[in-house]
């Protein structure tokens, strides 16, 4: 079947260091991939996506390219804010019309 | 205007007791789901309607029934609830023939059976 597999957490970086949470899938075809974001409290907001081999999702600095060499969609993001702590899901379609999601990582940004 | 709501936000009951989450998405979207989210943060699928019609119903179990008046609505009812059904709880709407667009999820419903 379908899965996601995201490194574990916490990931604790400085404010200003460079971000990658790594994001790994196996699937039958070719599934659409997304980055959810989940702030304290909140519920869960799309933050990027790409829906075929070498795209590139990108929104608010942060970026992810499909990778089907390698199946993965790693999480990058050049200069984190305190403002982007939160749990980060990997994502892929399952063509059953529903998400399978990574565990979560949760990122701390300390300043 | 919220895509998708759900309520109420807070949920705390007794065992034993039958509770309904209510859930409405606005967005014209033709597929809703009910997703589970545990201490862990960990996401699971337990349902999802598409146009009305139960497409996907994983392993839960069977005090756990959501109804779906309309393709705007799909409610979630719980009979005799146990001390593990505490979790938050994700209602998520999505277009079927747009699934690369992903799905939109509404704030939650934290549950807490004591």
């Known amino acids: 079947g379908n899965s996601v597999t995201q490194m574990e957490g916490p990931v604790t970086l400085s404010e200003e260091a460079f971000l990658t949470i790594n994001c790994t899938y196996t699937?039958?075809?070719?599934?659409?991939l997304f980055w959810y974001v989940q702030y304290p409290g909140e519920g869960l907001q799309l933050l990027l996506k790409a829906t075929k081999a070498d795209d590139k999702g990108s929104n608010k600095g942060f970026e992810a390219t499909y990778r089907k060499e390698t199946t993965s969609f790693h999480l990058e993001k050049g200069s984190v804010q305190v403002s982007d702590s939160a749990v980060y899901f990997c994502a892929s379609d399952t063509g059953r019309r529903a998400l399978t999601f990574g565990s979560g990582t949760r990122l701390q940004v300390q300043p | 205007d919220t895509a998708v709501s759900q309520t109420p936000k807070y949920l705390v009951t007794q065992m034993g007791n039958d509770k309904s989450i209510k859930c409405e998405q606005n967005l014209g979207h033709d597929t809703m789901y009910w997703y589970k989210q545990d201490s862990k943060k960990f996401l699971k699928i337990m349902f999802s309607?598409?146009?009305?019609?139960?497409?996907i119903n994983e392993t839960v179990p069977n005090r756990f029934s959501p109804k779906s008046p309309d393709k705007a609505h799909l409610n979630l009812h719980i009979n005799s609830l146990e001390l593990g059904d505490s979790a938050v709880y994700f209602c998520a709407s999505s277009q079927v023939n747009r699934a690369s667009k992903g799905a939109f999820f509404g704030q939650g419903t934290r549950l807490t059976v004591v």
């Open positions: 309607y598409n146009n009305k019609e139960l497409i």
């Open positions: 699937a039958t075809g070719y599934p659409s």
